[in-house]
């Protein structure tokens, strides 16, 4: 069910783009793209709607219904398996909710967009899409400029800038991951799936916060990030996460001590698009395990785990 969910936030994840058009130094900037980008976050943070969506990782399909109302200055989901176990996750934030996106793509006072940041590491394209849902829609493509991040194409409804499908592509075009809509109705709605056999009400914490963690006792920091990812979060040198965003994906970088020596080798998991990297270190002749999990390919995440390193 978390992985799930995981793949599912695509469809939530609030970026900011521009409305207006690029500066001077900013040709490369696809003002169209980043208009209908900005939609698809405002339509996040002002639509109600319901519907079923699917979920589909290689030989994997899900099945999920899907509740999402505003509502006084606050949006609340309800996302609901429909295949396989009986589950349910319920979150709910503030309206005005800024995201890492949202705050990666400000200026530094915060009142003006930064329209230039992602056509610096995405081209972007726009074209016409397919019915999805029943409904028609435009089809925006972010085809990255370097190795480390992988393609999206987001289709968005026509009328109302909603998310309706998200493809995510690795380098030969393979697609790694697929969300739709199969059906959609806009407008507030309750969730009457009644109750389920597993529910999860999700936390919203401040990206400096978290679940307690052992942490290393060590300042550190990874030594090497792909250009244009930036930190989120202001937490202490010591906390065992770090989490990263280009404006687009994000991933994170987690640092435990390990109480016995280290094993040589490596360990990945991939679901998808999201990979989870494993292999230990030693820092100042401790043994510690890294992990980097996030929508990035393996080799990205592979070298953000080589690179981390004590602070100076």
Not at 33 to 62: C, F, I, K, N, P
Not at 255 to 262: F, Q, V
Not at 298 to 305: K, L
Request: hydrophobic share 40%; with cysteine; aromatic share 6%.
């Amino acid at each position: 069910m978390k992985a799930a969910i995981g793949a599912l936030a695509v469809l939530w994840f609030s970026l900011a783009a521009p409305a207006h058009s690029a500066p001077a130094d900013c040709p490369a900037a696809d003002t169209e793209a980043l208009g209908w980008l900005e939609r698809m976050s405002r339509s996040h943070q002002e639509l109600s709607y319901r519907g079923v969506v699917t979920l589909q990782r290689g030989d994997d399909l899900q099945v999920l219904r899907v509740v999402h109302n505003v509502r006084e200055g606050r949006t609340e989901e309800h996302l609901t398996r429909l295949t396989g176990q009986d589950a349910r996750v319920t979150r709910a934030h503030p309206q005005d909710c800024l995201h890492p996106g949202h705050t990666l793509l400000r200026t530094a006072d915060g009142t003006e967009v930064n329209i230039c940041h992602l056509a610096r590491h995405y081209r972007f394209q726009v074209e016409d899409g397919e019915r999805v849902a029943g409904r028609s829609t435009v089809r925006v493509s972010a085809l990255p400029r370097d190795m480390y991040r992988y393609a999206h194409i987001f289709e968005l409804d026509r009328d109302t800038g909603l998310l309706l499908r998200s493809l995510i592509l690795a380098r030969d075009e393979r697609v790694l991951e697929r969300v739709q809509f199969a059906e959609l109705s806009i407008g507030d709605a309750p969730d009457t799936g009644g109750a389920a056999a597993v529910e999860h009400r999700a936390d919203h914490p401040h990206p400096d916060q978290g679940p307690s963690a052992e942490t290393v006792g060590l300042p550190w920091q990874p030594g090497w990030l792909p250009e244009g990812f930036t930190r989120t979060d202001s937490a202490a040198a010591t906390h065992p996460r770090r989490t990263f965003t280009d404006g687009l994906v994000v991933f994170s970088v987690f640092l435990e001590p390990l109480r016995e020596g280290i094993r040589p080798g490596e360990g990945l998991v991939r679901e998808g698009s999201t990979a989870s990297y494993t292999r230990g270190l030693v820092l100042a002749e401790r043994p510690v395990l890294v992990t980097v999990i996030g929508e990035v390919p393996v080799n990205t995440a592979r070298m953000v785990a080589d690179g981390v390193r004590l602070e100076p």
